[in-house]
């Protein structure tokens, strides 16, 4: 481990432009801030950008230079100004895997290409100067690592080894490894490592128990990696428990919020479960035909067939029953009130030498062992149909729920793509797609502002500029701090009389909603 400094450098490449005007006289979306690095035509920049919430964005790239392979890392402030940018070399080529930022500090997680090898390195880098520290993290068994988190002590690194979750815990005190106690046992999926303001650590699991039904442990950890209790949910007959978040609340008591199926792939309604300070809990199960607003996604009138259908069942005292591919994403606590995310989404397959498609619903699991063929057809992405946004109280009782539409997205890799902000009289939802911003606003079951598209321009200087783009290459979209949102990805431009040919950029765009 060694500590220097990363040199205070301002590239002249780079452009920033200031925005300073909505998209358009109805639109909610406000672009109020644009950076720009050119990029060669060929050039797909490779940079990843993390948000340090007031302290600005992180941009970070691996690259190799005369000098041998290094990380380029800069640090914009909330305005899109760089505060500084410097390069720190890794000696060896490794690979970079996450970046977390957490208070002051950003830091990587790299890997060396050989498998063989279950060592680490964490580079750890403070915002306000650059200054950096690297630490190399042994580790004996070698895991393909899926999640990187960061106490103010310690670096929690998690990931599978033969199928079986495991949490790697490093101390940045005494610079010492260890596999958390309680994994490496039995076959399952690592749900969730989440890190409480006290230095408690909670790592949410869900495996098969021994009577082959699917339940979640979750294991609360103190801030030294210590083993402090273990609590099994188990759900009732004819239920699994496919996947599930937890949180905090400020009385102590823990929520646990996610999907349940009949089985362990299609999940058929979400769950609520309480936990007391004692360990006992209880669990709600709200079935997708529960939901008022689940199947707003779809037309007019397929939404009203199946809403009678559920109704006409209901007078019969029967239940109907949908199964979805359903991700849980964000669990966040609300006013007096807690709000789930969830994206519903399906497997795609076409036939390669036909002119059509077909959308498969089976041989299909949610953790990423989808075949790329099936029975002749290729998989070609997963489809993604809507976001639901759920909101319960502190005893899990369900309060409202709400859905946004996702329109035209399709993606090789399960990832999130709606986000979220939560403000006091009001929910945000926002994603990208293809150059569009498509937003809305929703406070509880109610509709704010219904569902609105923006294009994601270019601006030059204060005036508007008439670049137009043609698309976005690679594009990314997150929450920043507050209101505000940040874009980031590779653009081409258009060309015009007044801005000469056309130019291809990678950019960050800051936006909130006015």
Known sequence: MFFTSINYVRSKAVAFLFLLFPLSVHAQVVQSGRWEVPLATNDFAGYQVVSANEMGLVLYRSLMSDEGPQIEITRLDTALHEVWHGFIATEQQLNLLYAQVHENVFSVLLKGSNYASGDFMIINIKLDKGNYTKHLVKNAIPFNPTQYTLTSTAALIGGYFNYRPLVVHFSFTTQQSKILPGFFNEPGELNQINTNTDGTIDIVVSAKNFERKK???IRNYDSEGTLVKTIVLTPDDKKSLIFGRSVKSAGGEQIVSGVYGRYADYSRGVFVAVINTMGEYTIRYYSFADLHNFFRYMKASREKRILNRIQR?????KKTKFNYRMMVHNLIPYNDQFVMLGEAFYPHYSYPNRGFNYAGFNSFSRYGNTPLTREGMVFDGYQYTHAVVIGFDNDGKLTWDNSFEINDVRSMQLEQFVKIQAEKERIILLYLHENILRSKIIKGSEVIEGKNEDD?????????????????????????????????????????????????????NKITYK
């Open 215 to 217: 339940c979640l442990w």
């Open 313 to 317: 069942r209901k007078v019969k005292g």
């Open 456 to 508: 994601l321009t270019a601006e030059s200087g204060r005036r508007k500029s008439r670049e137009r783009a043609r698309g976005i290459e690679i594009g990314h979209l997150d929450h920043w701090y507050g209101s505000y949102f940040f874009s980031f990805g590779v653009q081409s431009l258009k060309n015009s009389p007044e801005t000469g040919p056309a130019r291809k950029v990678f950019f960050i």
